[in-house]
């Protein structure tokens, strides 16, 4: 690819990420082979349609598989460009440990394919060092492609790390404006990997080397957990001390230095949930107050459930409305979620005297088979349910009025009703 010929792009990963990331490469002109493992997403995308909800998305993968710029497979398609944007979760060893399994079976795939000039960028979530990793995967499928940082002169190949930095719900806007960190195995690599993401991304690129880049998306949501570990600290200490949380942060946030995030049931998504156990695992005796904060908002989600008990236990005669099971509000990811965990919890528990309130399900999750709660709308609830726990702040809950919740046992554990203590 020479001159100002669009590359063609393979993104392999059409999740949350992978996906959004496809259609905007695809909208800036580039043909875009896309990658997935589940051959039903293959044949959604295809058709035009989508298998997840973000705001806009559904007409822009319509218009770009329309135009022939956007075609989905379950294989990996020679490309100039290959984006990673596979998941990186946690062993199943009970330690946190970061599994970068399904980066590295990328990596060998991708390196199939593989032909001088191409550059390979991860944008998966990862540890410190997985670029690398994913260079020497490469290398030991390609011996004869000169790769960064190993050979002399000029590479053959460009490997560098770009995360992602955008919010659900507003992942088309935040991929396109959002300044983007781009981390290369060598300053060359990081040029190729800037010249790609300038064809569609209007806020600012900066190019570092890939460990820095990989450490800059931990830190940010490590950041991110550590504050709001305090804030979900603060709750618990108000509960014990029978002081309204809501009202102190409040106050405490006329400080003019002062900045109290809000409170929750917990943490979740797949981001700050997971990654700061990534600097954990990288250096374990050193991140303290990154573990306690992780400790800390894990802690907060066992503690709602408790106080939930207590309220189903000292009201049996009562059903039970649990508002919510996404992560986040006004949308339908329910990964890590901590308003699942505690629903799922309390479903298992009380069975039928449980209704779950989620505008974004179509059914309930896995983990609720077999309990006989029911998935029903927010209206039934309110009819049939005496205590009502608020787990999620999604818009449809937040506009129930006074007159509508008079009456009933309420524990708000995010803040959206101001006149309940």
């Not at 930095?165 to 190729?192: F, M, Q, W």
């Not at 995030?261 to 990288?282: K, Q």
């Not at 309130?357 to 609720?368: D, H, I, N, S, T």
Request: charged share 25%.
């Amino acid at each position: 690819m020479r001159g100002d010929m669009k590359p063609d792009v393979c993104v392999i990963g059409l999740g949350y990420i992978g996906l959004p990331t496809a259609a905007v490469i695809a909208r800036a002109g580039c043909p875009v082979h896309g990658v997935d493992v589940a051959q039903g997403v293959v044949d959604t995308i295809n058709r035009g349609e989508i298998h997840i909800e973000e705001v806009d998305l559904d007409g822009l993968v319509q218009a770009v598989v329309q135009r022939g710029l956007l075609k989905a497979s379950i294989e990996v398609a020679s490309a100039d460009v290959f984006v990673i944007a596979v998941p990186t979760p946690f062993a199943k060893d009970g330690n946190h440990t970061p599994d970068t399994s399904y980066v590295m079976a990328v990596a060998r795939k991708v390196a199939q394919v593989l032909k001088q000039g191409d550059t390979v960028i991860l944008e998966s979530t990862s540890p410190v060092g997985t670029t690398e990793a994913v260079r020497d995967a490469i290398a030991a499928v390609r011996p004869d492609l000169a790769m960064p940082g190993i050979a002399e002169g000029r590479p053959d190949i460009s490997i560098a790390y770009c995360p992602e930095r955008v919010l659900p719900g507003k992942i088309l806007e935040e991929l396109t404006h959002n300044d983007r960190s781009i981390g290369g195995i060598t300053p060359r690599c990081a040029r190729k990997a800037l010249a790609f993401y300038k064809r569609f991304v209007k806020g600012e690129c900066v190019t570092t080397d890939a460990r820095s880049a990989e450490m800059t998306k931990l830190v940010e949501n490590a950041f991110r957990d550590v504050n709001i570990a305090f804030a979900n600290e603060l709750s618990m200490i108000a509960d014990r001390q029978g002081l309204d949380v809501w009202e102190v942060i409040r106050l405490a946030n006329r400080h003019p230095r002062v900045n109290i995030l809000t409170p929750g049931p917990g943490v979740g998504g797949h981001c700050i949930a997971v990654d700061p156990w990534f600097i954990v695992h990288g250096a374990p005796e050193e991140a303290r107050i990154i573990r306690q904060a992780r400790e800390t908002n894990d802690m907060k989600m066992h503690h709602v459930l408790a106080r939930a008990r207590a309220l189903a236990e000292a009201n049996p005669s009562e059903k039970i409305a649990c508002l919510g099971l996404a992560f986040k509000a006004n949308i339908d990811d329910f990964r890590e979620s901590p308003a699942r965990y505690v629903a799922a919890s309390l479903a298992r528990e009380y069975g039928d005297r449980v209704c779950v309130v989620e505008p974004y399900a179509g059914e309930l999750p896995q983990e609720f088979a077999g309990t006989n709660a029911e998935l029903v709308d927010i209206d039934t609830a309110l009819e049939e349910c005496g205590v009502l726990i608020a787990l999620v702040d999604h818009d449809v809950f937040k506009v129930i009025p006074a007159e509508e919740r008079q009456g009933r046992i309420i524990y708000d554990t995010r803040g959206i009703w101001p006149d309940v203590a």
